[in-house]
């Protein structure tokens, strides 16, 4: 019997039906062995040295794969088609080696683009080694990333608390998202007008014709730039005839877009569907692996991760067997169309994304698909068959028309563009994700020397807008644009950024939070040759290079290592000192913006002698004066709507709003490290006073006594629950508003509610909640895991209301961000539970959270704390953030 290994078990089943009895189908569960989360994993002075630990479930996989592959005939490594499932052949084949299972045993390697049973049978006809030169390009990878993040990581730690961790393409990432938001900021709007003439034909049909020039001078985007002169040119018009002096019709093409690549996949569902990276490579991943159609398992698409652009001849033949007989011949080009990748650093081994079956269409396959999956399947088929459409067929149509007045002339063009034959566009239109484009309708017949009529002219004043911040799909396209990192890895890089707090999401669009600008700040100014595009896109050359057989991986370590490590050393006499001087200046502009009246804004507005600078503290960083401890003014490092400064002035004693009317307790306005609060008394000795933070969308401007002494009553009293006699009470809390009774919440629409809402509306709320929460059966867990190695019972993965957890028992452990559900191995699961539980993994050695090279777990311990020098102390206020653990760096 032979011995087939595959990553996934849904793979392994549905293989080894296709291959039969005479073989054995195992499954590896992704990686069997990782770096140990440790410093000397990786031994630049030992050439290079590599430690590879099997984690626990790695342990038990590789028992059964080698029990097996001693009684085998024949090993069958049939991993994943790409760099990683490269390597984890490679892993797999090193350990039974190591174990002696195989002696003399044949082994082959196998690959295929689609679990179908020909694409499976024929890979088996077409036998090959382990391709080394690929695994030499992992070993190289995984080595810089480790290097990179073992020991950049901890100069953050030291140098910049609050920092967490840095990464190789991570950090290049971050600091596109940073470039991105500083441009805006040094963005100053610049006003100008436009001119547009509502026109009539002979036949009094509209058209809309705009200002192109004036008495022989070219009008443009921005040549009028007050509302004066706009206002002159359209008195003139206004007093002016108007004919046609010349028409063109200029037939265009539009041909459609390739076929998926990873990387454009991930783009366009985001667009399209809404779908962030990863979510699109777990749904990508599940109809690769295959759906139960008919009682059969099929492989929906070929594999996801791919840069290639290219089909097989067969697919393109089907394709184009689909266009004839479902949209016509005239919808077919005469042959078909091949495409060719345009991204830096492409590596087209492989196919493009497209169905296994392109005669499967979405409506057959749909009733057997869970809502994801269905729209991914069908914007994949989609895109594929239109990519083998004929073009679309264009007219644009200029008319240029001659305005002459009293005083003079002026040109005018109206432009349109009319669709004669819509091709491909039948099927597909790729998104945008910026939409400017402005060609116009369709345009009636005009003839040159055609009078028209004049109905209206109007001038409209505009001002030019900043670049807009990234999406996420559209990040991936700069990133795939400028050859920084591997789209395989992109989803994994826009966890790490999230997870790690450095950005957060805004109405889909990607805002650097404080924390992330400091660490790109930091890395610009002492590691700037790390996140220079260039030299990470160079990088990545190289490791192409090494894929390809052309550079030594060792060689490109030792170059990278030479002057990275020097880098590392030249920091270790770094003062946070120097540290907070440089980033005072690089970030000037965002922390110290110009005040209105022209004043330094580096002036403390308190005490009017002190400087303003940047500092760290224990949970952060914050602005405060050089003059603590005779001044103590404070401020965060930008406020909590997300605008920098916030140069709202509150004294280092707060602003008094007033008394309480009830107790003639003072009500004070102050301002702390993490926003302006309110509270009722002093800070004198005694009873702590009681505080308020300031709600989100509320702002120190429009607070008076009255709201302060609002925010300072909460919880509130709402009234006595019927059933129970029990105190029903509104408050706000870490999630927004929300009412409570008997340790039951329901939540309320908004803030103002809170002060507001009578008992009958909070007893219906909260029935509403109970019937909702009563009304669901308990979710079937989206993985099993298996029993806990230690305390028994069955680990498992949920999809909760505030994302995915681990469940052992009563314990239930929140599923780092960074680590897809479908991913988490029984060691991750165990830490998570220990730590939730408060207590220590069974077997320490062994049981921390490890991650893959894409998922980047929580490991490594923060080096000790060192007292930290002399800085401002920020006043206590109503809510401090939650500590955080130190981490281990990101894989990329």
């Not at 409570?740 to 809402?757: C, I, M, P, R, S």
Request: aromatic letters at 6%; a neutral charge; hydrophobic letters at 35%.
């Amino acid at each position: 019997m032979d011995l087939v290994i595959v990553e996934s078990p849904a793979k392994a089943k549905t293989i080894n039906k296709y291959l039969g009895s005479n073989y054995q189908v195992l499954a590896s569960y992704g990686h069997v062995r990782d770096l140990p989360s440790k410093d000397g994993s990786v031994r630049p002075d030992d050439d290079f040295s590599m430690d590879w630990e099997l984690d626990a479930k790695g342990k038990k996989r590789m028992a059964d794969i080698t029990a097996a592959a001693r009684d085998a005939d024949r090993l069958i490594l049939a991993t994943d088609p790409d760099r990683e499932g490269e390597a984890i052949s490679w892993h797999v084949l090193q350990i039974l080696r190591e174990k002696k299972a195989l002696r003399d045993k044949p082994v082959e390697r196998v690959v295929f683009n689609a679990i179908t049973k020909n694409a499976i049978l024929d890979a088996m006809k077409h036998p090959r080694m382990i391709d080394e030169a690929l695994v030499d390009a992992y070993l190289a990878r995984r080595a810089l990333d480790y290097l990179v993040g073992f020991n950049l990581s901890p100069v953050l730690w030291r140098k910049l608390p609050g920092a967490r961790s840095a990464g190789r393409v991570q950090s290049v990432a971050l600091r596109l998202v940073c470039d991105r938001e500083s441009e805006i900021e040094r963005f100053r709007p610049q006003e100008y007008w436009s001119v547009l003439a509502q026109l009539a034909t002979p036949k009094d049909l509209p058209v809309q014709a705009r200002l192109v020039g004036l008495d022989g001078r070219k009008i443009e985007r921005l040549t009028i730039g007050e509302g004066d002169e706009a206002n002159a040119v359209k008195a003139r018009l206004e007093s002016a005839t108007f004919s046609v002096t010349g028409v063109e019709s200029r037939p265009q093409k539009r041909n459609p877009q390739p076929p998926f690549t990873t990387s454009t996949l991930q783009q366009e569902a985001q667009r399209k569907l809404g779908f962030n990276a990863s979510r699109t490579m777990q749904v990508a991943q599940r109809l690769y692996e295959g759906i139960e159609l008919g009682g059969e398992t099929v492989g929906l698409i070929t594999y996801m991760r791919t840069d290639g652009v290219d089909m097989a001849p067969e697919a393109l033949a089907a394709t184009r067997d689909v266009i004839g007989s479902e949209y016509g011949a005239r919808y077919l080009p005469q042959s078909p169309r091949q495409y060719h990748a345009k991204a830096k650093n492409a590596q087209e081994a492989h196919e493009a994304i497209r169905p296994t079956e392109l005669s499967r269409l979405p409506k057959d396959v749909s009733r057997y698909l869970d809502r994801d999956q269905e729209r991914l399947y069908e914007l994949i088929w989609k895109r594929t068959i239109a990519s083998q459409m004929a073009s679309a067929e264009m007219e644009r149509t200029t008319v240029d028309i001659l305005a002459k007045d009293p005083k003079g002339q002026a040109e005018l063009r109206a432009t349109g563009t009319v669709v004669r034959f819509d091709g491909f566009l039948t099927l597909y239109q790729e998104g945008r994700d910026d939409d400017d484009d402005d060609d116009g309708g369709r345009l009636p017949a005009m003839s040159a020397g055609d009078a028209l009529g004049r109905k209206t002219i109007e001038a409209t004043q505009h001002f030019t807008e900043p670049p807009p911040r990234y999406t996420e799909a559209s990040l991936i396209k700069k990133m795939e644009e400028l050859g920084i990192g591997r789209p395989s890895t992109y989803a994994a890089t826009m966890g790490v950024l999230r997870e790690r707090g450095y950005v957060r999401d805004d109405k889909k669009r990607l805002v650097p939070e404080d924390k992330g600008r400091l660490v790109t700040s930091f890395l610009e100014n002492f590691f700037r040759r790390y996140v220079e595009y260039d030299f990470t896109a160079d990088l990545e050359e190289k490791l192409d290079g090494i894929s390809a057989g052309i550079l030594a991986w060792k060689d490109v370590l030792r170059d990278f290592w030479r002057d990275f490590n020097a880098n590392i050393g030249e920091t270790k006499e770094l003062r946070v000192s120097d540290v907070l001087d440089a980033l005072n200046d690089a970030l000037g502009d965002f922390i110290f913006p110009a005040r209105e009246d022209g004043s330094d804004p580096r002036t403390c507005p308190v005490c009017d002698s002190g400087r303003l600078s940047l500092k760290l503290g224990k949970f952060g960083s914050f602005i405060g004066c050089s003059n603590y401890p005779e001044c103590r003014y404070t401020r965060q490092f930008s406020d909590p709507n997300g605008e920098a400064g916030g140069n709202a002035t509150i004294s280092a004693e707060g602003t008094v709003l007033g008394q309480d009317p009830d107790t003639a307790v003072p009500v004070v306005l102050k301002s702390g490290r993490f926003g302006p609060y309110v509270q009722l008394g002093s800070d004198e000795a005694g009873d702590k006073p009681k505080r308020a933070s300031l709600p989100r969308g509320w702002t120190v401007e429009q607070l008076d006594l009255e709201a302060a002494l609002k925010l300072l009553s909460l919880p509130r009293p709402v009234g006595v629950h019927p059933e129970t006699g029990k105190e029903i009470v509104a408050g706000i809390g870490r999630y927004g508003p929300f009412i409570q009774h008997d340790g039951k919440y329901a939540n309320l629409e908004n803030v103002d509610e809170v002060f507001t809402v009578g008992a009958n509306r909070a007893i219906t709320l909260l029935a509403e909640k109970q019937s909702r929460g009563s009304s669901r059966t308990a979710a079937a867990p989206l993985k099993e895991l298996g029993e806990h190695p230690a305390l028994g019972g069955p680990v498992t993965v949920h999809e909760g209301r505030y994302g995915p957890y681990i469940k052992h028992g009563k314990v239930n452990a929140t599923l780092p961000k960074s680590v897809p559900p479908q991913d988490v191995t029984m060691d991750q699961a165990v830490a998570l539970i220990a730590e939730k539980a408060g207590k220590t993994p069974v077997k320490p050695t062994r049981a921390k959270a490890k991650a893959s090279p894409k998922k980047d777990a929580d490991t490594e311990k923060a080096p000790a704390k060192k007292k930290a020098p002399a800085k401002a102390k920020a006043p206590a206020n109503a809510k401090a953030p939650a500590k955080t653990k130190a981490v281990e760096p990101a894989a990329e």
